[in-house]
């Protein structure tokens, strides 16, 4: 698997901002997140909690609906990143059991929900 499809439709999780060139995403099991919101983080782990909170508590409202798009627009992201690893999963001949395990349900379940990944 050489990245999700389409990853260039993708946003970041934490600000909602669609990735761009001159603010790359980097992502790992759905989540995406954009090179300033990463520096933020990495800013928030050495600060701590404490300055984290108060961080977020001085968000503005225009910002607070901009963060609800943003985690909004996350369930689709998710889906497309759960399809492509499926995908990936099926293309290693994994087993709809295995995939049945990852998902939380039984192999047929699995194959119901994800079997047109296989007929693309
Ligand atoms: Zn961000």
Same mark, same amino acid.
């Given at each position: 698997?050489? $990245?999700?499809?389409?990853?260039? %439709?993708?946003?970041? $999780?934490?600000? $909602?901002?669609? +990735?761009?060139?001159?603010?790359? &995403? &980097? @992502? +790992? ?5 954009? %090179? ?5 983080? !990495? =800013?928030?782990?050495?600060?701590? #909690?404490?300055?984290?909170? #108060?961080?977020? /508590?001085?968000? #503005?409202?225009? /910002?607070?609906?901009?963060? *609800?798009? @943003?985690? #909004?627009?996350?369930?689709? %992201? ?6 492509? *690893? ?5 293309? =290693?001949?994994?087993?709809? @059991?295995?995939?049945?395990? +990852?998902?939380? !349900?039984?192999? %047929? ?6 079997? =047109? !990944?296989?007929?693309?």
């Amino acid at each position: 698997m050489r $990245g999700p499809k389409g990853i260039s %439709q993708m946003h970041c $999780g934490f600000c $909602g901002h669609p +990735g761009a060139d001159d603010r790359p &995403l &980097l @992502g +790992g099991l759905g989540v995406m997140i954009c %090179q300033l919101c990463a520096h933020e983080a !990495v =800013r928030s782990f050495d600060e701590g #909690t404490e300055a984290a909170v #108060t961080a977020f /508590e001085a968000h #503005t409202e225009q /910002e607070l609906v901009r963060m *609800l798009r @943003g985690v #909004t627009r996350q369930r689709p %992201q998710l889906e497309r990143f759960q399809r492509d *690893l499926v995908d990936y999963m099926r293309s =290693r001949g994994m087993s709809w @059991g295995s995939i049945g395990d +990852g998902l939380g !349900v039984a192999r %047929q379940s699995a194959w119901e929900r994800f079997r =047109r !990944v296989e007929e693309r």
